[in-house]
Antibody, heavy 121, light 107 residues
């Protein structure tokens, strides 16, 4: 059974950097791409980006200038950093298991529990 | 980016009713379409992938159909535990995109 456990700061001030980490268990970290997704009342579900065990990444162009997704394969963890946050970045953030490294596309089978991040002065 | 348009945005139906939700893609996506169920306060849960394949453990009253640009999610015999918001998602090309959701409740 795949489990994704995530954590990070839930309250930020405008211009600060959002930082979240997600630990994967029950699946080989090296077999999949791992994504971050966020959900807000205003924008619905929005894919932020993904990371491959090699460290290669792909980002949503709408956030690319502010996003960094990294991984620590020794700990089976992925991390998200989003810089210069504003109130528009207030959302629940999820990590999720995506497509396989063989290249086969896939939906998001497994999700973390979600972290509510609020940006407020 | 591919735009995913769901309709209706909300619906109310009676227990036992047949409910159909539609999802339209702004361009052809073959059958790379997934449906998720999100109950209040919970994480999205994958129901259907490849437009019509039921995820393991999902009740058979859920079914999906369509190909190309037009897709449906049908609940045949609505149950109280089906109260949730349902989202479609394309996964043919990044950035993967989602519909805005259809909220289903009981009349």
């Amino acid at each position: 059974q795949v489990q994704l456990q995530q954590w990070g700061a839930g309250l930020l001030k405008p211009s600060e950097t959002l930082s979240l980490t997600c630990a994967v268990s029950g699946a080989s970290f090296n077999d999949y791409y791992w994504s971050w997704i966020r959900q807000s009342p205003g924008k619905g579900l929005e894919w932020i980006g993904e990371v491959h065990y090699s460290g290669s990444t792909k980002y949503n162009p709408s956030l690319k200038s502010r996003v960094t997704i990294s991984r620590d394969t020794s700990r089976s963890q992925l991390s998200l950093q989003l810089t210069s946050v504003t109130a528009a970045d207030t959302a629940v953030y999820y990590c999720a298991r995506g497509r396989t490294v063989s290249g086969a596309v896939a939906p998001f089978h497994d999700w973390g529990q979600g972290t509510l991040v609020t940006v407020s002065s | 980016d591919i735009q995913m348009t769901q309709s209706p945005s909300s619906l109310s139906a009676s227990i036992g009713d047949r409910v159909t939700i539609t999802c339209r893609a702004s361009q052809g996506i073959s059958n790379y379409l997934a449906w998720y169920q999100q109950k209040p306060g919970q994480v999205p849960n994958l129901l259907i992938y490849a437009a019509s394949s039921l995820q393991s453990g999902v009740p058979s009253r859920f079914s999906g159909g369509g190909s190309g640009t037009d897709f449906t999610l049908t609940i045949t015999g609505l149950q109280p535990e089906d109260v949730a918001t349902y989202f479609c998602q394309e996964y043919i090309s990044a950035p993967w995109t989602f519909g805005r959701g259809t909220k289903v409740d009981i009349k």
